[in-house]
């Protein structure tokens, strides 16, 4: 069985929220952007969140000018990200819950409750051309859920598997892989993330049915030690040998 391609998407919102800790210009995302791009990764994220607390309007403005790689725009279900998302139009829009309180996105949305607020905002954003997905649990419910709402992609949420260990940590892992199963029979692309690291992201890239994974605060860290080429390559190899591994006892 061949394997299927694994891509990469590079989260950068934290290299914004680095500069926005002293203001000014540097260190400069999308600069970031353009160095993911040349160490391989395949997409760049960035989460515009309500308080602007890392990624600002103008990264989005200039990222959508200045970089090669397609955008996936994360956003809250609310009308005024609809708006910014319609007017730039990104390659996707990953819908996220947000609450102000957070320091990151905690859990899935759920896109099982929250029926007839998604519906039209996945419709508008489908007609602009838009590639929506959903960043949901893990769970059959969520995933036709999101299949009702007329969503091509969902990410699920590996933040509990990346947080626990042992046998917790095992059974996490198989809930996702049961979930990107699942999602492969409804038709729906299977992408995942939230927490993954070097540690944790091989048995997620060995899933055969999960297409992306979306990685940023963990790379941005590790930039610090060994720089952000060095973070983003080491990364891919360890996504790639895992797929590899998948293939051979598929």
Do not use: W
Not at 54 to 81: K, Q, V, Y
Not at 88 to 94: D, E, F, I, T
């Amino acid at each position: 069985m061949t394997a299927r391609m694994l891509r990469l998407g590079v989260n950068i919102d934290h290299v914004a929220t680095i500069r926005n800790a002293r203001g000014g210009k540097h260190p400069d995302p999308v600069r970031a952007a353009k160095m993911a791009a040349a160490a391989g990764a395949d997409g760049i994220t960035a989460h515009l969140r309500e308080d602007r607390r890392h990624i600002s309007d103008s990264d989005i403005d200039r990222l959508m000018a200045e970089i090669s790689l397609p955008l996936n725009l994360e956003m809250a279900a609310t009308e005024e990200m609809l708006a910014i998302a319609l007017r730039h139009r990104p390659h996707a829009a990953c819908i996220v819950p947000e609450r102000r309180e957070e320091r990151t996105t905690e859990g899935g949305l759920d896109a099982a409750g929250q029926h007839n607020h998604l519906k039209p905002m996945i419709a508008k954003l489908s007609d602009a051309g838009i590639r929506v997905s959903l960043f949901i649990e893990a769970s059959e419910r969520q995933l036709d859920a999101a299949r009702a709402l007329g969503a091509p992609v969902i990410e699920l949420h590996t933040g509990r598997y990346c947080e626990t260990e042992g046998d917790e940590q095992a059974a996490e892992l198989e809930r996702i892989r049961r979930a990107a199963a699942h999602a492969e029979t409804l038709g729906l692309e299977c992408h995942a993330g939230h927490g993954l690291n070097f540690d944790t992201v091989a048995p997620v890239a060995a899933i055969p049915t999960v297409v992306e994974l979306n990685i940023g605060h963990f790379l941005i860290g590790e930039a610090i030690f060994g720089g952000l080429d060095g973070a983003i390559r080491r990364m891919r190899a360890l996504m790639n040998d895992a797929r590899g591994v998948a293939a051979k006892s598929a």
